[in-house]
């Protein structure tokens, strides 16, 4: 969600009944981040958490300053994502703080889980962004979750609708997190043409790149992005990030902001297939919880008592 998770999309998800997440390292100092923490508080007076994600060290940001701001901001939740939190949480904690941390696999959860993450957000191969590297579906990768973990843990990836939330809740998960969904409303703070995009975009529309550097992110497919992927056919094996670095680096801005959707590599779920609207964040939390209620009660209530169709077998 990097320059897309501001004030405004935050709040918005509070507001409706979400969690609302400001994405930490969009902003550049962690004065910024203050100044967007306090600014957010200004939109709603519910509970709103903040994304860290956490560098190789080559490139890390002052993190403990990050930590400060968040702090001092009054954020109770904060979501870690990239490496491993570990050197950080006794800030986090001694703050009061709680920790979800993004895993792609039941191995990584099972760390957040040792080092003292409150909850994990398990993210499945079809998520935007980084999937990592074991290519696990969340139909597997949820009830895996459910039958190892203590902590409670949300469903990432692939997550859009009543569906997605009801599904998600069978196969263990506490709720759902969205991140491609949210872009497409009216309050995401993003150009028109990424909203459109995201759309008109199928579920055959994103592309893996990186795999090679054992990065591996999911993303949508456009210009830019078939340059990249030109780019690593040729090189194969010996791809390094240099060779790739104008497809990568400096693209969120011109794609969110400028809406130059030819401009490269951009985070974006296979989720995209279920989006079909652009409606305000209450329109679409309210019509997910809404037919939700609905899904268990005339669909999987009816199944016990009759009054649904038998739902057709599997053949082999």
Request: hydrophobic share 45%; net charge negative; with cysteine.
């Amino acid at each position: 969600m990097h320059y897309v998770g501001f004030a405004e999309l935050a709040a918005a998800v509070s507001n409706a009944g979400g969690l609302g997440i400001i994405t930490g390292l969009t902003q550049k100092t962690p004065e910024l981040l203050a100044g967007e923490i306090a600014r957010c508080r200004d939109l709603t007076d519910k509970p709103f958490g903040v994304n860290l994600t956490f560098l190789p060290s080559f490139s890390a940001p002052p993190y403990p300053e990050y930590i400060a701001a968040i702090r001092e901001g009054g954020i109770t939740v904060v979501e870690t994502a990239g490496r491993s939190p570990e050197p950080y949480m006794p800030a986090l904690k001694a703050a009061g703080i709680k920790v979800i941390h993004k895993c792609t696999s039941v191995r990584h959860s099972l760390k957040a889980e040792q080092i003292g993450c409150d909850a994990v957000s398990v993210d499945g191969f079809e998520c935007g962004g980084h999937p990592g590297e074991d290519d696990m579906p969340n139909m597997i990768l949820l009830p895996r979750a459910a039958e190892e973990l203590k902590i409670p843990f949300v469903a990432s990836g692939g997550m859009a609708d009543a569906r997605s939330l009801v599904a998600a809740l069978a196969l263990g998960a506490a709720g759902i997190n969205m991140g491609t969904r949210f872009i497409a409303t009216k309050e995401a703070p993003v150009h028109q043409n990424v909203k459109d995009a995201i759309v008109r975009a199928s579920e055959l529309d994103t592309r893996l790149v990186m795999r090679a550097l054992r990065n591996t992110e999911r993303v949508l497919n456009n210009a830019g992005v078939e340059r990249l992927i030109e780019i690593e056919r040729e090189k194969g094996a010996s791809l390094v990030i240099a060779d790739i670095l104008d497809e990568v680096a400096g693209i969120y801005p011109r794609v969110m902001i400028d809406g130059d959707m030819d401009a490269g590599a951009w985070s974006c779920g296979m989720v995209a297939g279920l989006i079909n609207d652009i409606p305000s964040v209450k329109q679409l939390i309210d019509r997910i919880m809404q037919d939700a209620e609905r899904l268990i009660r005339e669909r999987l209530l009816g199944l016990l008592d009759g009054a649904a169709p038998e739902p057709k077998r599997a053949v082999a």
